[in-house]
């Protein structure tokens, strides 16, 4: 994938995901950080929306970390999905790991499934700065706890607006 890439605004994402996708190059693991669960969530299915514009067959499976292992969320990622070409597997609620997860997570990110995309949510970045310092060239980060409130702000109303155009109908 190259350099390390970071993110503070989900837009921002968006476009880089457009341009790898034309490239035919979507990066395959995600570290989505937000404080707030239902917030996280949402972005999460955001992204997972995302991925779905470019793989349409592609299948999704949601994990809580709170009832998953990685043993289970390893064995996703690499068991050939019977649904679609594409899987994108989604562990959310992360919050610290043991050391052996790290480094178990740290070398799927680096030699990923060719088949499938891996998008873990957390709700802070403590006990993630080594996953992400040895997995940043292959790994997208997606930063909401540096988001100043007038970006929380806008980004809120934007998707309420959105929200409030899907209920009436118009899109």
């Keep these: 994938m190259g350099g390390p890439l970071k993110f503070l605004q989900f837009a921002a994402l968006q476009k880089h995901l457009h341009s790898s996708a034309s490239l035919n190059q979507l990066p395959r693991s995600y570290l989505i950080i937000h404080s707030q669960r239902e917030e996280r969530r949402r972005v999460l299915e955001n992204l997972k929306d995302e991925i779905l514009n470019y793989y349409k067959d592609a299948t999704s499976i ?98 309420l607006h959105i929200h409030t155009l899907i209920e009436k109908g118009i899109s």
């Design 62 to 159: 949601f994990f809580d970390a709170e009832q998953i292992s990685w043993g289970q969320v390893h064995e996703s990622l690499m068991t050939p999905s019977l649904f679609g070409e594409e899987e994108i597997v989604i562990w959310n609620g992360l919050k610290s790991l043991p050391e052996q997860v790290i480094e178990k997570s740290i070398e799927y990110i680096l030699a990923p499934s060719s088949r499938a995309f891996f998008i873990m949510g957390a709700e802070s970045s403590k006990g993630f700065a080594d996953l992400y310092q040895k997995a940043k060239k292959e790994l997208v980060l997606l930063d909401f706890s540096e988001e100043k409130p007038w970006d929380k702000q806008k980004r809120v109303h934007g998707m």
